[in-house]
């Protein structure tokens, strides 16, 4: 397969923002541009021609330039949202009209016990009627917390490999994943491979490829790579998921799987 040729491959994980714009006590505020035609040139280059917008934590639950990026390629992106716990179904379902397909709690550096997530029913039932997943990014290790505070039956999407303790099956976050795995569809992103700390990304895709399967991986590029601005180099972070998973599983990774959650959802 030529690793240049494809016509559905899709980066799951960038974000688009713009210079200083930030809500009111952000911890991070972007010194730069990151514009959506940057990241289409750069996709484009390593054969990736489809993308999922995710709403950066910076911009909390503004997320009007996400939405302008859908509306300009509706056939090309998807996205997903940030919202508050108490949003009114019909502004979900306003959502998806515009191509979101999921919403990110984003734990990153703040408190991780979430009791207005654990009261907000109307909204995992508007997820469920949506056919929407639960996107999620913690700090190391504290994955294991968040899920117990969830419903047990909302389809997930981890972010940045799941950000265990140790690359190992035994690894508490690893064997919540496993479990829940089971019984409702949980994706891995093979992204942020710098957000890991001292774990090895290489051999933790490999656990993730083990553990979970090849249908449960996506590929996000995480562009461009806020806080870490210096690893954006898309060329290298694509080859990296070549080595993580190998040529034979490219399709599902980039192609087959992320068609099946943001494109193939309900209309």
């Known amino acids: 397969m030529s690793l240049t040729t494809s016509k559905n491959w899709v980066d799951t994980h960038f974000h688009v923002f713009h210079a200083g714009i930030a809500v009111d006590q952000a911890r991070y505020v972007p010194q730069y541009t990151a514009a959506l035609k940057d990241w289409q040139a750069l996709a484009q280059g390593v054969g990736v021609t489809r993308g999922v917008c995710v709403q950066p934590s910076f911009l909390a639950t503004d997320n009007t330039l996400m939405l302008s990026a859908l509306a300009a390629h509706s056939e090309t992106l998807r996205g997903v949202a940030v919202v508050a716990a108490n949003i009114h179904p019909d502004e979900l379902k306003a959502l998806h009209t515009s191509g979101v397909r999921g919403i990110r709690l984003n734990l990153a550096g703040v408190d991780h016990d979430i009791p207005e997530w654990t009261r907000a029913e109307p909204v995992w039932q508007t997820l469920h009627d949506l056919g929407w997943h639960l996107e999620v990014h913690t700090d190391q290790g504290a994955l294991p917390k968040v899920l117990g505070q969830l419903p047990s039956d909302i389809p997930l999407v981890i972010d ?108």
């Open 160 to 267: 940045h490999m799941a950000k265990p303790s140790e690359a190992k099956a035994r690894d508490a976050t690893v064997q919540a994943l496993v479990q829940r795995a089971q019984h409702v569809p949980t994706h891995i992103k093979l992204s942020g491979a710098y957000r890991l700390g001292d774990v090895d990304a290489s051999s933790l895709a490999h656990i993730w490829l083990h553990e979970l399967g090849s249908q449960a991986l996506l590929w996000g590029s995480d562009w461009p790579c806020t806080n870490h601005e210096s690893s954006a180099n898309y060329a290298a972070l694509f080859a990296a998921l070549v080595t993580w998973v190998g040529e034979q599983h490219l399709e599902e990774v980039l192609s087959q799987n992320p068609q099946r959650l943001f494109w193939d959802t309900c209309s």
